[in-house]
């Protein structure tokens, strides 16, 4: 007997989120872009950390890296379609 596991669906938390694409549009700012949605925001800060928002502009925190950053975005963002 083989047991299978269920695919994921939308609302379960193996659900894979769709990729932010990050634009720099300016130095020190970046903007994250899903299927033409914006879908949050980094900057940097004079003192070298990177503030995070999500797509309604809620802050997710800061980060000492840029890629921490995207990384934190990406876990704590559920964006809905």
Known sequence: MTVATPP???GSPDH????????????????GNVGGEFA????RSSSGEYFITDHRAH???TC????????RHHRHVALTP
């Open 64 to 71: 000492p890296s840029l890629s921490e950053a995207k990384a």
């Open 40 to 43: 949050g925001m980094i900057e």
């Open 16 to 31: 894979e989120r769709p990729t932010v694409a990050w634009t720099s549009i300016q130095a020190g700012l970046w903007v």
């Open 59 to 61: 802050p997710l925190g």
């Open 8 to 10: 994921p669906t939308e």
